[in-house]
């Protein structure tokens, strides 16, 4: 069975970091790109950003600008798990953050994690 599980999310304050992972299961993560998505209370998901897979040379693809130079995204195929660096946190990154799979960073979606909330205040 395909799974994703998200972990890592919490309160931060401004400007602080925080790790989330993504645990995948059932299948092989080095075929696979894995992207993280968030969606903030009444608007709408976006995508954040994503890793192509071990086979296409872990390509970092970037949805979103505004956390260019602030998150960052990794893999570790040892132990089945992509993570989330983010960094200089605002209030606007608050959100519930999903990791997601898919064959390539342009076609996420056949798989989706249920989410961790990042909320990011004084």
């Known amino acids: 069975q395909v799974q994703l599980v998200e972990s890592g999310g919490g309160l931060v304050q401004p400007g602080g970091s925080l790790r989330l992972s993504c645990a995948a299961s059932?299948?092989?993560?080095?075929?696979?790109?894995i992207g993280w998505f968030r969606q903030a209370p009444g608007k709408e998901r976006e995508g954040v950003l994503c890793?192509?897979?071990?086979?296409?040379?872990?390509?970092?693809?970037y949805y979103l600008d505004s956390v260019k130079g602030r998150f960052t995204i990794a893999r570790d195929n040892f132990k089945n798990t992509v993570y989330l660096q983010m960094s200089s946190l605002q209030p606007e990154d608050t959100a519930v953050y999903y990791c997601?799979?898919?064959?390539?960073?342009?076609?996420?979606?056949?798989?989706w994690g249920q989410g961790t909330q990042v909320t990011v205040s004084s």
């Open positions: 890793i192509s897979s071990k086979y296409s040379s872990d390509e970092i693809s």
């Open positions: 059932g299948f092989n993560l080095d075929y696979y790109a």
């Open positions: 997601v799979r898919g064959r390539r960073c342009n076609s996420v979606g056949d798989a």
